[in-house]
């Protein structure tokens, strides 16, 4: 089992910057993705950016260059920061992440919201 706690999130103004971070723990070393996913209502979830252990990474067309992902596997931390926020990225943010087997577990959600 993997328990995962997220911090972050909030309301900003279109414009702004938020910060979202993530700290892993119990089976850690079983991790081998990190990434965050976001979800509206009527939606399916989506991924926004994810790490690997090998150090690639996918970032989201829709926020590329404006949101980076980072993340430390030693540490099982993994953090979003946000900039140049926009109303369309208002969502509740998750975090996920995969262990060998390709189970996933998943935060409890972060609700980012930026009005314009």
């Known amino acids: 089992q993997v328990q995962l706690v997220e911090n972050g999130g909030g309301l900003v103004q279109s414009g702004g910057s938020l910060r979202l971070s993530c700290a892993a723990s119990?089976?850690?070393?079983?991790?081998?993705?990190m990434g965050w996913y976001r979800q509206v209502p009527g939606k399916e979830r989506e991924l926004v950016a994810r790490?690997?252990?090998?150090?690639?990474?996918d970032v989201a067309d829709s926020v590329k260059g404006r949101f980076t992902i980072s993340g430390d596997f030693a540490k099982s931390t993994v953090l979003l920061q946000m900039n140049s926020l926009k109303p369309e990225d208002t969502a509740v943010y998750y975090c996920?992440?995969?262990?060998?087997?390709?189970?996933?577990?998943w935060g409890q959600g972060t609700q980012v919201t930026v009005s314009s």
């Open positions: 790490l690997s252990i090998g150090g690639s990474s």
């Open positions: 996920n992440v995969v262990v060998y087997g390709a189970t996933q577990y």
């Open positions: 119990g089976r850690v070393f079983q991790i081998y993705n």
